[in-house]
């Protein structure tokens, strides 16, 4: 997960020296240019970015372009990078049930990291856009008690050990695909917007992992589905103003599947959120 992170934080970085390019490229648009030839054509170029004006022998020919306020777009993208906290709902209670208690974990470590790397989309105004994008999240559960999650069992099983553990994460990887309904405001004097993006998004699973470090085996790490939901599907709500936010998601499926016992254990998430 370290290399992913350090991949899209290396991706940011392009992706904002590619934007910072942008915004220099549509400062010289907008800078005029006014140049006449020997039979009498001048071109003009600036003052309102969306305008190109023609004149041929000083009589206007053309006198407008194509507007950029609507619109499809697509490409890859470095956005929408949520950092929360993960809660397990049971059967729409916070406390975990007698079944469940062994997935009793820590509040302040237990998280959720995502972002997304695909986006095609549609502006119907310069404040409502339609998107579809593409990206990778995790949920990471740090365990309390010192229990080994088994792998290739019936159900979700695990065995408790006689060994403390340091770290005890048990953790899923989803490649996730939401459908985001963007509506922004006009920007204040600082060219900064309102966002308010709501989205229902689905799941699936890539790989989910135990990870345990203790002073007697060192660290050890495991990889399995572990009963964690092959497909999953939920919606998320996403706040901010500028570049920054915060969001909250809810997945509507439950977290385990062909497990008797965790039926209506879910997942709530909420947290900050970056890159708009």
Not at 222 to 246: M, Q, S, T, V
């Amino acid at each position: 997960m370290k290399h992913i992170l350090i991949t899209a934080v290396l991706c940011g970085v392009f992706m904002g020296s590619f934007a910072q390019k942008t915004k220099t490229d549509t400062l010289v648009k907008d800078t005029t240019i006014d140049k006449k030839s020997k039979h009498g054509i001048s071109v003009t170029i600036g003052g309102d970015r969306n305008t190109v004006h023609v004149s041929v022998n000083k009589k206007d020919t053309v006198s407008h372009a194509a507007s950029k306020d609507s619109g499809f777009s697509i490409g890859l993208t470095f956005s929408k990078f949520d950092l929360g906290l993960v809660t397990l709902v049971d059967n729409g209670s916070f406390s975990l049930s007698p079944q469940n208690s062994f997935l009793s974990y820590n509040t302040w470590k237990t998280s959720t990291v995502g972002f997304d790397v695909w986006r095609f989309g549609y502006s119907f105004t310069p404040k409502f856009k339609i998107s579809l994008a593409a990206g990778f999240d995790w949920t990471l559960i740090r365990l309390q008690k010192d229990i080994t999650i088994l792998a290739d069992q019936p159900t979700l099983t695990y065995r408790v050990d006689n060994i403390h553990y340091t770290k005890n994460r048990f953790s899923a990887s989803y490649l996730h695909v939401p459908l985001y309904f963007d509506y922004r405001s006009n920007p204040d004097k600082n060219g900064n917007r309102f966002y308010f993006i709501a989205s229902p998004e689905v799941g699936f699973l890539l790989n989910a992992m135990v990870k345990q470090k203790s002073n007697e085996m060192g660290k050890k790490k495991a990889w399995n589905d572990y009963h964690f939901a092959h497909f999953r599907y939920g919606a998320a709500l996403h706040l901010g103003y500028g570049n920054e936010g915060i969001f909250f998601k809810y997945y509507f499926n439950d977290t385990f599947e062909n497990s008797p016992a965790q039926n209506g254990l879910k997942i709530f998430s909420f947290g900050f959120t970056s890159g708009f």
